[in-house]
């Protein structure tokens, strides 16, 4: 139980393009999604707390109109990077909350931007 | 703000030996804990949960511990396995937010 999917498990776009990644969680109802992105040999970095309903809650110093995060069902969330850059290039992750509390992830979606 | 720290950051061993990965946290007011393990270019796969009520939990060769008061968590494993080699990462949830360690990165010599 508890699984979460992503899709696509990689892209890759040209600069100035956009990309949407989706979160799926499977087998439960997920009211609150979270994404993450990750640098080579570095700790998760959050990004952003998705509510189902509801807009999404960015960190300090992650751009909202750059990231842009819909939750528009229990059990889908999708991460649209707008006018992707090089420097946009990461591994992203989303997980999924639990009713137990317990978080699950996804397997992460490695983008490219050219 | 709630901190996690895990020591060592590296770690490295034999096949066969046991060994313990520690997890530490400054305010105890946490509704959960949790480890995972990362393998490289891949998601984080959950390996145990451990509520605030509960003060340990296990999963075949794998033990987790849990003082609240201490703030504290270890990760034990016995008989390594290189199958175990990868980075593993603690978690806590406080409020309605997760909060992650910086990882361990073990290695499991054949």
């Known amino acids: 139980g508890a699984v979460v999917s992503q899709h696509p498990s990689w892209v890759i776009c040209k600069s100035g393009t956009s990309v949407k990644i989706e979160c799926r969680s499977l087998d439960f109802q997920a009211t609150t999604m979270f994404w993450y992105r990750q640098f080579p040999k570095q700790s998760l970095m959050l990004m952003a707390t998705s509510n189902e309903g509801s807009k999404a809650t960015y960190e300090q110093g992650v751009e909202k109109d750059k990231f842009l995060i819909n939750h528009a069902s229990l059990t889908l969330s999708t991460l649209t990077v707008t006018s992707a850059h090089p420097e946009d290039s990461s591994f992203y992750i989303c997980?999924?909350?639990?009713?137990?509390?317990?978080?699950?992830f996804g397997p992460g979606t490695r983008l490219t931007v050219t | 703000k709630q901190e996690v720290t895990q020591i060592p950051a590296a770690l490295s061993v034999p096949e066969g030996e046991n060994l313990v990965l520690n997890c530490s946290f400054t305010d105890s007011a946490i509704y959960n804990l949790q480890w995972f393990r990362q393998d490289p270019g891949k998601g984080l796969t959950s390996l145990l949960l451990i509520q605030s009520s509960q003060r340990e939990q296990t999963s075949g060769r794998l033990n987790a511990s849990l003082d609240k008061s201490s703030g504290r968590s270890t990760l034990y494993i016995a008989a390594s396995q290189p199958g175990d080699s990868a980075t593993y990462l603690c978690?806590?949830?406080?409020?309605?937010?997760?909060?992650f360690g910086t990882g361990t990165s073990l290695t499991v010599i054949p």
């Open positions: 978690a806590v949830l406080a409020g309605n937010q997760f909060y």
């Open positions: 997980s999924a909350r639990g009713t137990s509390g317990s978080l699950s």
